[in-house]
Nanobody, 122 residues
Framework: QVQLVESGGGLVQAGASLTLSCAAS????????MGWFRQAPGKEREFVATVNWSGRSTNYADSVKGRFTISRDNAKDTVYLQMNSLKPEDTAVYYCAASAAYVSSANSYYYWGQGTQVTVSS
């Protein structure tokens, strides 16, 4: 089992920056690829970003490419999502998740956090 706890969400204005953190506990964090997903009201959960076990490889949704950066610190069992130039359409609940594979499909992620709300006002 891996327990994941997100933090860092909040209410910001368009153009601002925000950093989300996801602290892991339980099984060896460094064994897992980590991903960030988000779900806006009335919409399906969508992929945002993923990082492989070492942190050397990352992948992003086109909608956030160039604005968001995913990273991890295996010594701290934590994954981050740095979000810059936020837009109102980034408003959603953001979830971190752990997977045995470095993929973007939510179906491949075994463990999920409870989510943190990000609201971007115009």
């Amino acid at each position: 089992q891996v327990q994941l706890v997100e933090s860092g969400g909040g209410l910001v204005q368009a153009g601002a920056s925000l950093t989300l953190s996801c602290a892991a506990s339980g099984r060896t964090f460094s064994k897992y690829a980590m991903g960030w997903f988000r779900q806006a009201p009335g919409k399906e959960r969508e992929f945002v970003a993923t990082v492989n076990w070492s942190g050397r490889s990352t992948n992003y949704a086109d909608s956030v490419k160039g604005r968001f950066t995913i990273s991890r610190d295996n010594a701290k069992d934590t994954v981050y999502l740095q979000m810059n130039s936020l837009k109102p359409e980034d408003t959603a609940v953001y979830y971190c998740a752990a997977s045995a594979a470095y993929v973007s499909s939510a179906n491949s992620y075994y463990y999920w956090g409870q989510g943190t709300q990000v609201t971007v006002s115009s």
